[in-house]
């Protein structure tokens, strides 16, 4: 029973590389979520994927792409890394967007940019 | 923007201690979750308030929801050292155009044995 797997757990990068970091479920929920958590600052959203097909931004979208690849993979993309992008990221999903359901989280890749 | 100032941001009790963390925001929001966040996990769902003046427990743990849907309380009771970890609120609004599940900054609470 995985819930919500995240990969890779830690990286390494040096400014202006490239970079996936891939999140999977087998919840079966519409909605994936990409967060970043930097200290003091909280989990702030990058990007959504209401449902298999759709994509849209969130808080902080900037320097990040996403794909939503089916049902169960959202993936996220920095095409030229930058030191400010060194962060947690967590990847999380919900049954349906707005369904006052819970969001459920994987346990984050910790991210950081030389 | 919605804005969610918990407070406060860090808490360092003795085991027995009661204690109470708070949510405020200016905005109103359709419902309300509070999470807890052990390092090097994911934050996990405690409770999720929907109506204005809810209260819910969960064994040591008190949840409400203000009456206004703006602002939201936890309080534990003879905190223990498992308790310890990083409480978040989260402020869901089903309003607008673009989805919004806005976190506070969290209450880091350390129990001490």
């Known amino acids: 029973n995985a819930g919500v797997t995240q990969t890779p757990k830690f990286q390494v990068l040096k400014t202006g590389q490239s970079m996936t970091l891939q999140c999977a479920q087998d919840m079966n929920h519409n909605s994936m979520y990409w967060y970043r958590q930097d200290p003091g600052m909280g989990l702030r959203l990058i990007y959504y994927?209401?449902?298999?097909?759709?994509?849209d931004k969130g808080e902080v979208p900037n320097g990040y792409n996403v794909s939503r690849l089916n049902k169960r993979e959202f993936s996220l993309r920095l095409e030229s890394a930058a030191p400010s992008q060194t962060s947690v990221y967590f990847c999380?999903?919900?049954?349906?967007?707005?369904?006052?359901?819970?969001?459920?989280f994987g346990d984050g890749t910790r991210l950081s940019i030389l | 923007t919605q804005l969610l100032e918990q407070s406060p941001q860090f808490l360092s009790i003795q085991e027995g201690e009661n204690l109470t963390v708070y949510c405020n925001s200016s905005s109103v929001f359709s419902s309300l979750q509070w999470y807890r966040q052990e390092p090097g996990e994911g934050p996990v769902l405690l409770v999720t308030?929907?109506?204005?003046?809810e209260v819910k427990k969960l064994k040591r743990l008190t949840f409400q929801f203000g009456d206004a849907r703006k602002d939201s309380s936890l309080h534990i009771t003879a905190a223990q050292p498992g308790d310890t970890g990083l409480y978040l609120c989260a402020g869901e609004d089903s309003g607008g155009s673009n989805y919004k599940l806005t976190f506070g900054k969290g209450t880091l609470l350390t129990v001490n044995p």
């Open positions: 999380a999903t919900q049954r349906t967007l707005y369904s006052n359901q819970p969001q459920h």
């Open positions: 994927s209401a449902s298999e097909g759709t994509t």
């Open positions: 308030v929907v109506t204005g003046g």
